[in-house]
Each structure stands twice: as C-alpha cells, then as structure tokens.
C-alpha cells in the first residue's frame, strides 16, 4: 500500500484529507494535538484503514529529520506528501506587527516548509506528489502576518516546482474554494459559515488533482 503523509492532519483540511487518502495509503499524520490525531486515528480505523500518528511540531527542525528517518526505516520511501500545517497569525495593521506573531507566522508557515522539502525531498520518488495549497489573500488590508508569510511560502513550493518539473517529484499547488474551517473563523468571526464549502466537500472536489 502506498504512504500519504499529512503534515497538519489533526483538523480542518488536513483531517478531512487524512480521511479521505486512508482507503488507499497508510496514512502518516502529523500534528501537535495527540487527542485530535487519536479522534483521525479512531475515524480511519473504523472505516478499514491504518494510521501511523506522529504527534510532532513542523517548526522543530530535529523532529522533522526523526519522521523522515523513520520513514525511510519503515517504508523506504514516501509516495504522497500532502502539507496543510498552518499558522494564522491575528489580524493587525501592517505597521503594528507584533514581532512575536511575525516570528511564529515565519517559523511555522515559511522555514518549517523549506525544512520539510529538504529532508523529504529524498523520500519523495520521481513519480511521488508533494502538495500544497494556496491562498490569495496576501496583500489584502490586516492579513500581514498570515498574508506574506503564506505568499512566501507558495514562492518557495513554486520555485521547487519549476526545479522539479524533469526529475520528480510532481509539485503541486491548489487553491481550495473558502471553507469552514477554525483558521478562517479567526480571520471572520461573524461570517455565515452555512454559505462555506466544508472540508470533507472540498477534499473530494481536490482529490482527483491531488492523485492524478
């Protein structure tokens, strides 16, 4: 059976996508929250398939070089990579940006990525995937932490794209439709969420991209 990791599979999008690879890939999900990933566990359990939860922190560089060790020991390779991590930092005028916030939204959502392409990128196979998902707000008014930080990060994944493009694996970037999700609850508390896609609605929208 083919190996899907997810990175930021304990909710939202991730747990949605975790779900829905785990009828065809042993699943590895990574997240901080080990009682979500327990509750991803329980869900993929009972509809047949298998999990191998990695309850680890994107942003510590050591810990991401451990998973891609123990996968290379456990399986040799990686066939998906599907990265979901995110950190939305709060809403704020660009000329009042909490250092703190800026320094987490960089960490996690920029130098986490480029440490991850770096220490999976031998696992990945010619034909393996690595995707990644956009999101157009950058440069709209208050998105400043979450904003450049994500634009940046999608630089990053493009230009490993183009690099790509010959030898593998295939890089790609997909722009899911607004869904209810708890990041875009933080961005617009008062939205009616009932007009929002659902992530388990978008994934089956995303997935025949995402496997081809």
Same mark, same amino acid.
């Given at each position: 059976m083919?190996?899907?990791?997810?990175?930021g599979a304990s909710r939202g999008l991730g747990h949605a996508l975790a779900l829905a %690879? @785990? *009828?065809?890939? !042993?699943?590895?999900?990574?997240?901080?929250?080990?009682?979500?990933?327990?509750? +991803?566990?329980?869900?993929?359990?009972?509809?047949?398939?298998?999990?191998?939860?990695?309850?680890?922190?994107?942003?510590?560089?050591?810990?991401?070089?451990?998973l891609a060790r123990s996968i290379h020991d456990r399986w040799g390779r990686l066939d998906l990579w599907v990265h979901t991590a995110i950190?939305?930092?709060? %809403? @704020? *005028?660009?000329? !009042?940006?909490?250092?703190?916030?800026?320094?987490?939204?960089?960490?996690?959502? +920029?130098?986490?990525?480029?440490?991850?392409?770096?220490v999976l990128s031998p696992l990945l196979a010619p034909e393996s995937r690595a995707v990644f998902f956009d999101d157009p707000r950058g440069g709209q008014r208050f998105f400043g932490h979450y904003g450049a930080t994500k634009a940046a990060q999608i630089a990053l994944v493009r230009s490993w794209q183009a690099e790509s493009e010959r030898i593998g694996p295939r890089v790609l970037v997909l722009q899911p439709e607004p869904m209810a999700t708890g990041t875009r609850a933080r961005f617009f508390p008062g939205e009616d969420r009932s007009r929002l896609a659902t992530p388990t609605d978008e994934v089956q929208r995303l997935l025949p991209q995402i496997l081809g």
């Open positions: 083919p190996t899907a990791l997810v990175t %690879l @785990a *009828p065809t890939h !042993h699943v590895v999900a990574v997240a901080r929250t080990v009682g979500a990933l327990e509750e +991803l566990d329980d869900r993929i359990q009972a509809q047949g398939g298998q999990a191998t939860l990695a309850p680890m922190d994107i942003a510590v560089p050591d810990a991401m070089r451990q950190h939305a930092g709060p %809403l @704020a *005028p660009a000329g !009042h940006l909490a250092v703190k916030d800026l320094d987490k939204s960089i960490a996690i959502n +920029l130098r986490a990525t480029a440490d991850l392409i770096g």
